[in-house]
C-alpha cells in the first residue's frame, strides 16, 4: 500500500511547483485521482504481532455489525494498552512534523514571498485621492523656482545662428534638451520621423524678370511651392484673402492667369496661395510691406505655403522610415507658383504697374496693374528627405499617470530663430527643471503626468509635432487631455494674447488673474483684459499655429499664448534678423522678464490640470459657440428656402440641429451638476468626470471624412466641408446660384454635422442607460 501513496505523493508537489501548499493532518485518505480509498499505515511488527491475524487496515474500516477494534481491547493488559498509547503518540508525532516542514516550505516559496511584498508595497503607495498640497502652496513653490535672472544662462545655451531642422545645428541642440531632462531626473526619449521638405535650389536659383527688366534673383524661398516657369501679368490683390480677391473681381478685373502681388500679413503664406489659385492665378509673390514692415528693403522672407501642417507626402499618416505607403500628396500643397521677393523688389514692380488706381486704404496712389504688366517667374526648390528628431520628457503622476498634459516648444528656425524657438525651448526647459524640482524636493505630488517635447521641422509646417500625432494617435486618444504650445510666446511687451479651445476658456481667465503682469503692479487681466476678456485677449487659433493641430485634427483641447508688440505681427519671423539683439529692441530688453511671466502663466495652466481633482475645463463654452453657428445657418436657410424654394424644399427642417444643440446644453448641464455633487475623495467616480470632459473635443471631430483628405476634422473650429462654417458658405452660394452649389451636397453635410453635434451631446451625457429621449 505505502508504494501506492508515493507516486501520488510526487504527482501533487509537481504540480504546485514542487511544495504542497496546504496540507490537513487527517487529509491522507485522498489522492490526486480523486478516489476515496483509504491509505493503511503499518505502525511496527510488535504491533502486528499483538493484533493477530486481524490487521489495522481491516479494523479501521468502520462496520455497523462490530464495534472498533480499539473498544474491544480497552479492558486488555497494560502491555497492550503502552503499545497502543506508543502508537498514538508516533502518529501524533508524525503529523506534527509533517504539519512543520510544510508550514516551513511554504514560508521560503518564491511565487507566495513575492506576491505578500507586492501586496505590501501596493498599500504603502500614497495615491491620494485628494492632492496632498493646497493650491496656493503649489503657486507659492512655482514663483520660488522662477526668476528672470536664470533666464539668461539659458538663452545662451540655447542661442544658435543656424539650426534648420535636420542639421548638425539642430541635432545639437536636440542632444542639450535631452541632457537636461536627465539632469533633471526625467524620464526622456526620443522619437524618430524621416520626413520630406522642400528647401531652396542648391545650384541656380529662383528668379523673376519683370517686363524687360533685369532678372532678379530672391535668396528667400516657400517651401512646398509648386515648381516650373509661368508667364502673366502682376495684379497687386493687397493681403491676398478672399474679400481682397473678391473686390478685384467685383471691378470686373480678370483675375485668371495673373501673377499675384501680395503684402505679408494677416492670414499666413498658405491661404493666401490657396485663395490666389481658386482665382485662376498663375503663381503669387510675397513681399514685407515697408509701412508694416521696417525690416530693410533687401530683408528676405523664409516661409511655407501647404495649407497643412505634417509632412505633406505623407498626409494623415507618420512619416516612419518603415511605413510602406504607396506616394501620396496632400490636397493642401499648392498647384502654382509661390514666391517670396524683397521690399525693393516689390517697390520697383508697383512704381511700373497700369490699370485702375488701387484703393486708398490698400495703400495707394499705385495702380493695380493691367494685361501689359507682363512677369516671368521660375520656382526649382529641391525636396529632399530628412531626418528629425522630436525630444520628451515626462514628470509621472501619482494617481492618474496614464492621463497627462502636453508643454512643447519648436527646436528648429530659419536662421537665428531667436524669438521662433529659443526663447520658447528655453522656457520648456525652465519650466520642466521647476516642476520637476517640486516634485523631488518640495513633496509636491501630481495627481497627472505633464510631457515635455521639444518639436523639430516647425517651420516647415509643424511637422514634428504633426507626424508625432498622426504615429500615435491611438496612444494619445482619452490620454492627452490638453496642449500647452509654447512657441513665440514673447514677441513684445504691448499686449497679450491667447488662442485656445472654448473649454479652456474659463481656466485661461482664472490663470490671468493669478499671474503678475510684467510690471508687478497688478495681474495680467488688470494690464490686458481690461473690460470684456473675451475681446481683448482671445483671438482665432490659426493653421499655421502648432496647437492647430493638436485641437482640429487630434481632437485635443490646446492653447497658445505670448506677449505681442500690439496689433501688428512680429517683423523678424520668417527672417534671418529674428536675432537676441532684435528681440531685446522690440521689447526694451525686456525678454527675461518676459520669458519669466509665460513660463508662469504655462506652469499655472499645468500645473492646475495635473493638481485638481476634477479636469478645470469649462464643457459649458462650446455651447455658445455652436448656438451662434447654427444661428446663423438657421437665417441663412430660411433665406434660402424663400429665394430658391426649388433647391431647398420646406421639408428640409433646422428642428433637428437646433434640437442637437439643445441636446448639447442639456448634457453640459447635466455635467456640471454630476461636477457640484462628485464627492473628490472617491477616485473612480473623479476618473470617470474626467473621462466625460475629456470626449468633448475629440468627438467634434467628423468622423464622416476621411484624415487623409480632410485631415482638420473638428466640425467646429477645422477646416474643410464638413465644419458648420462650410456649411453657412455652402448657404452663401445656394442663395446666389452659384454654379458651385449644390443642393444635394449641402444637405449631406448639413446631417452629418447635425449627427456629429447630437453624438458629442450623447457621450457628454454619460453611460447608455444615462440617454433618454430628451437627449
Not at 349 to 368: A, Y
Not at 712 to 727: D, E, M, Q, Y
Request: charged share 20%; with cysteine.
Amino acid at each position: 500500500m505505502e508504494k501506492n501513496t508515493e507516486p501520488k505523493e510526487e504527482n501533487f508537489r509537481l504540480k504546485f511547483n514542487g511544495e504542497p501548499h496546504s496540507y490537513t493532518r487527517f487529509n491522507l485518505t485522498q489522492n490526486m485521482e480523486g478516489d476515496n480509498s483509504q491509505v493503511e499505515m503499518k505502525l511496527s511488527s510488535d504491533m502486528d504481532e499483538e493484533v493477530g491475524g486481524n490487521g489495522v487496515g481491516e479494523n479501521l474500516n468502520h462496520n455497523s455489525n462490530r464495534k472498533p477494534y480499539v473498544a474491544q481491547k480497552l479492558g486488555c493488559t497494560p502491555k497492550n494498552l503502552c503499545f497502543m498509547a506508543a502508537a498514538t503518540l508516533l502518529i501524533f508525532i508524525i503529523g506534527y512534523l509533517i504539519g512543520y516542514l510544510v508550514h516551513q516550505k511554504k514560508d521560503v516559496t518564491p511565487i507566495c514571498a513575492a506576491s505578500v511584498a507586492t501586496f505590501e508595497e501596493a498599500d504603502a503607495i500614497e495615491t491620494g485621492a485628494a492632492p496632498l498640497m493646497d493650491w496656493d502652496d503649489v503657486k507659492k513653490l512655482l514663483a520660488q523656482k522662477l526668476t528672470a535672472a536664470k533666464f539668461e544662462p539659458v538663452f545662451s545655451e540655447f542661442s544658435s545662428a543656424n539650426h534648420r531642422a535636420g542639421s548638425p545645428g539642430d541635432e545639437a541642440l536636440a542632444i542639450k534638451v535631452i541632457k537636461k531632462f536627465h539632469e533633471y531626473g526625467m524620464k526622456s526619449w526620443t522619437n524618430e520621423h524621416f520626413v520630406k521638405v522642400d528647401d531652396p535650389p542648391a545650384s541656380g536659383s529662383n528668379s523673376f524678370v519683370f517686363k524687360s527688366g533685369r532678372e532678379e534673383r530672391p535668396e528667400g524661398f516657400l517651401s512646398y511651392s509648386a515648381n516650373g516657369t509661368v508667364t502673366g501679368a502682376v495684379l497687386y490683390a493687397y493681403y491676398g484673402r478672399e474679400d481682397d480677391f473678391t473686390f478685384l473681381r467685383d471691378k470686373s478685373i480678370n483675375l485668371n492667369g495673373r501673377v499675384m502681388l501680395v503684402r505679408a500679413g494677416r492670414i499666413s503664406f498658405a491661404e493666401k496661395v490657396a485663395n490666389a489659385a481658386k482665382t485662376g492665378a498663375s503663381a503669387v509673390l510675397i513681399y514685407a510691406d515697408p509701412d508694416e514692415y521696417s525690416i530693410g528693403a533687401n530683408t528676405q522672407l523664409f516661409g511655407h505655403v501647404h495649407l497643412g501642417s505634417g509632412d505633406p507626402y505623407t498626409p494623415g499618416f507618420p512619416s516612419f522610415n518603415h511605413t510602406q505607403f504607396p506616394p501620396v500628396q496632400s490636397s493642401g500643397l499648392p498647384k502654382i507658383l509661390a514666391q517670396t521677393i524683397t521690399a525693393a523688389m516689390a517697390t520697383s514692380i508697383l512704381r511700373q504697374l497700369g490699370g485702375q488706381n488701387m484703393p486708398v486704404q490698400w495703400g495707394g496712389p499705385n495702380k493695380l496693374g493691367e494685361e501689359s504688366d507682363v512677369i516671368t517667374v521660375s520656382v526649382n526648390n529641391v525636396l529632399a528627405e530628412k531626418k528629425i528628431n522630436n525630444i520628451f520628457g515626462v514628470i509621472k503622476g501619482f494617481v492618474d499617470a496614464d492621463r497627462y498634459v502636453v508643454i512643447g516648444a519648436q527646436r528648429d528656425a530659419w536662421g537665428a530663430g531667436f524669438a521662433a524657438s529659443t526663447v520658447g525651448t528655453s522656457v520648456l526647459v525652465e519650466l520642466a527643471r521647476s516642476i520637476s524640482d517640486m516634485v523631488k524636493n518640495d513633496g509636491f505630488k501630481p495627481r497627472r503626468s505633464i510631457v515635455f517635447a521639444s518639436w523639430s521641422a516647425g517651420e516647415y509646417g509643424s511637422v514634428g509635432a504633426t507626424e508625432w500625432l498622426e504615429g500615435y494617435v491611438t496612444s494619445l486618444s482619452m490620454k492627452a487631455f490638453s496642449y500647452i504650445n509654447l512657441d513665440g510666446v514673447v514677441t513684445g511687451p504691448k499686449g497679450f494674447k491667447v488662442a485656445a479651445s472654448p473649454l479652456m476658456h474659463s481656466l485661461i481667465q482664472s490663470t490671468m488673474n493669478e499671474v503678475n503682469s510684467p510690471n508687478k503692479a497688478g495681474t495680467l487681466s488688470s494690464q490686458f483684459a481690461r473690460g470684456n476678456w473675451e475681446t481683448s485677449v482671445l483671438e482665432p487659433l490659426k493653421m499655421d499655429n502648432a496647437a492647430y493641430p493638436f485641437l482640429a485634427f487630434s481632437g485635443i483641447p490646446s492653447v497658445s499664448f505670448g506677449f505681442t508688440s500690439g496689433t501688428s505681427d512680429y517683423k523678424y519671423f520668417g527672417t534671418m534678423l529674428d536675432t537676441r539683439e532684435n528681440l531685446n529692441l522690440v521689447t526694451g530688453n525686456q525678454v527675461p522678464q518676459l520669458a519669466e511671466i509665460t513660463t508662469r502663466f504655462a506652469g499655472h495652466m499645468a500645473l492646475r490640470l495635473v493638481h485638481d481633482h476634477l479636469l478645470r475645463m469649462d464643457v459649458m463654452k462650446y455651447y455658445k459657440v455652436i448656438s451662434m453657428q447654427v444661428g446663423k445657418i438657421n437665417v441663412k436657410v430660411n433665406a434660402v428656402q424663400r429665394m430658391q424654394p426649388q433647391l431647398l424644399p420646406k421639408a428640409l427642417s433646422m428642428q433637428w440641429l437646433i434640437f442637437a444643440t439643445s441636446s448639447y446644453s442639456r448634457a453640459s448641464s447635466r455635467l456640471m451638476a454630476d461636477i457640484q455633487n462628485c464627492d473628490l475623495e472617491d477616485i473612480e467616480m473623479c476618473r470617470i468626470i474626467n473621462d466625460r470632459i475629456m470626449t468633448v473635443e475629440r468627438n467634434f471631430l467628423s468622423l464622416y471624412v476621411s484624415p487623409q483628405e480632410s485631415p482638420f476634422r473638428h466640425i467646429l473650429l477645422g477646416s474643410g466641408p464638413h465644419t458648420l462654417k462650410a456649411v453657412s458658405n455652402h448657404l452663401d452660394a445656394l442663395r446666389t446660384d452659384d454654379s458651385k452649389a449644390d443642393a444635394d451636397l449641402f444637405r449631406k453635410q448639413f446631417a452629418l454635422a447635425t449627427w456629429t453635434i447630437q453624438g458629442c451631446a450623447n457621450s457628454l451625457a454619460g453611460d447608455i442607460w444615462s440617454l433618454d429621449n430628451e437627449m
